[in-house]
C-alpha cells in the first residue's frame, strides 16, 4: 500500500499539518497539505503546503526565501494529522528563524494574559522587506 | 472586547488545537475546541476539547486520568489556530507522560521511513488498564 493512501484526508482532501523546528522544538506553523502537496514534500525534502485561500500548491519560501528543510514526517494516532520536523532556512543566521509571514520567528506569537492577547514575539524581519 | 470574539472559528464553530509539552516541548497531541471549551480551559486551567467523533465536551483525563494542567494559551498570526502549552499529568512519574489514547507519550508515533508508517513510540500503559 502506499503511504499516502494510510491518511484520513477530510471532506476537502486536505490533513492538517504541524512545522516543529528541529532543535529549538518550537512550533512554527499550522497548515494543510493536499495529497500532492505531502507527496511532493516528501519527494523534495522541501515542505509544500496547500493554501486554501489561493487554492494552489505553496512551495514554502517561494516568495519570501523561508524555505522548511523536512529532516522528519510523523502521523498521529488517527492518521489525520501530520507533524514535521523542519530545518527552517533563508534567515539572518544571527537571528532566530522567521517561519510566520509577518516576519516573525513563530506564527503563535499571541499570548493570552490577563483575558487580552498580547503579542509576545519581535518581529525580526519587516514583511514589506520579505515580500518585495 | 472578550478574547473569545478574536478568535476565527470554522464553519463549524471550532479552532485547531495543538497540545505541545512544556518542558520536553513535545508535541502530544491535535484536537478541536468550540467556544464553550475555550472558555472552560482557561477558566479552570485544563484542557477541554470538543470531541467531534461524540459531539460533546470531552474534558481530557475525565476517563483516563491522563489530565493536561494549562500553562499557557497562544494564538496564531490567522487567529485561527491555539498552541496550548501543557502539563501532561496522571501518569506513572517514573515514565514519559502519557496523552495519546493507544497510551503512548505522544500522538504522533508513526514516523515515515523509507515508504512506510513505522510505530516509534513505546506503548507505556496498556489501553485496556487506562480506559477501565
Known sequence: MNWLDAIQ??????????AQEAGSKDVLMF???NREALAE???SGRAVYWSRSRQRLWRKGEQSGHVQQVLGIRLDCD???ILLEVAQLGHDPAQASIACHTGRHSCFFHKLEDGRWNSVEPVL???EAIYK
Open 125 to 127: 524581519k519587516d514583511p
Open 41 to 43: 514534500t516528501a519527494s
Open 79 to 81: 492518521n489525520d494529522v
Open 9 to 18: 484526508w477530510d471532506r476537502d482532501g486536505l490533513v492538517p499539518v504541524i
Open 31 to 33: 497548515a494543510f497539505m
